[in-house]
């Protein structure tokens, strides 16, 4: 081999090579790109057909062990991984379950409001506001609790899908001290069951019962007992119905005004007012003011008393009819 073979032969192995090297790492990044594509696409198509899945029947499993706090956190896993409106609605009622499983009924009530009804069918929209409303009720939120049952009644037109609210519809007005308005609905309520003749009389007769008017609590009212111990010391306790505090508290004040009369008799006059005087002003306004608590206890006491007591006949009307 001559001089210029070989010249030609190295020339074409210095070009070649660099090349080689560069086609090989185009081929590789090339492949990377494309598992890389491949990999994304899955990730694509993973949450709404198999992930979302997976996780519901994962949270389903712990709600079943009873581990709510875990399950609540996986069926909101669901929600996130799905664009399946239903199915998001669905882990949303799953994890309201857990959320009153653990009492905490606020955090339930403001879950469910997350639901987007576009598309729903009715049965899917009734509960998820049946379920709103329950957890209003269970956490004290009457006046959110009746705003999702007034939503039932209005939007939702199919009166065998939505009767089963009626009795809370009753047990919430009750509790709003609505007696005549929650006696029309579980009056409804009777006719939609449509119970045989004999017993649906005997359920009416019992609700004429419960609900007369006569017994309705006569609540006190703050500005007349407040009036009262004004112009007699103790009598707004006694109206209120805590005689023993109104008893405490006039003597309190006679004795300081005894006192008072005593020691100016002597002519302790400084001391007649400071300690006398002071003494009795300060049980006179102390128990004017400590009657906005005693009113209240009381008033929130007559409630509960004759709520629970309704509540108890309701549950047993539901039990009949």
Same mark, same amino acid.
């Given at each position: ?12 192995? #210095?070009?070649?090579?660099?090349? =080689?090297? !560069? ?5 590789? =990044? @090339? ?6 594509? *491949? ?15 997976? *996780? ?11 581990? !709510? ?14 664009? @399946? ?10 994890? =309201? ?27 899917? %929209? ?42 809370? !519809? ?15 609905? %579980? ?10 003749? =004999? ?39 006694? !109206? ?31 001391? *007649? ?14 128990? #004017? ?33």
């Amino acid at each position: 081999m001559n001089f210029s073979e070989r010249l030609t032969i190295i020339l074409c192995l #210095i070009f070649i090579f660099p090349y =080689a090297g !560069y086609s090989t790492k185009a081929q590789s =990044a @090339d492949r990377t790109e494309q598992l890389g594509s *491949a990999g994304h696409m899955m990730s694509i198509t993973m949450p709404d057909q198999l992930a979302g899945h997976s *996780a519901m029947r994962l949270a389903d499993s712990l709600f079943e062990k009873s581990e !709510y706090r875990i399950a609540s956190i996986e069926y909101e896993r669901v929600f996130f991984l799905t664009s @399946d409106f239903a199915v998001k609605t669905e882990a949303l009622l799953r994890k =309201a379950a857990c959320l009153k499983q653990m009492q905490q009924f606020r955090k339930a009530e403001q879950s469910l409001n997350r639901a987007n009804f576009a598309g729903l069918n009715d049965t899917l %929209i009734y509960k998820v506001r049946f379920q709103s409303a329950l957890c209003a009720y269970l956490g004290g939120n009457f006046n959110n609790a009746e705003s999702q049952l007034i939503q039932i009644h209005y939007f939702l037109k199919d009166t065998i899908l939505t009767m089963p609210s009626l009795l809370l !519809y009753v047990l919430v007005l009750n509790e709003l001290n609505r007696w005549d308005e929650a006696k029309e609905k %579980i009056v409804k309520w009777i006719s939609l069951t449509d119970p045989p003749p =004999a017993v649906k009389d005997s359920l009416l007769n019992i609700i004429s019962k419960i609900y007369h008017a006569d017994d309705y609590p006569k609540f006190k009212k703050l500005k007349n007992a407040q009036r009262l111990s004004s112009f007699l010391p103790g009598a707004g306790q006694l !109206y209120a119905g805590y005689l023993g505090e109104g008893l405490a508290n006039v003597s309190l004040q006679l004795a300081a005004l005894a006192f008072t009369g005593y020691a100016f008799y002597f002519n302790y006059y400084i001391t *007649a007012f400071i300690v006398g005087y002071g003494i009795f002003s300060k049980f006179y306004i102390g128990g #004017i003011n400590r009657l906005e608590y005693l009113v209240n206890k009381k008033n929130y006491e007559l409630l509960r008393g004759f709520n629970d007591r309704l509540k108890g006949e309701i549950l047993k009307i539901m039990e009949n009819g």
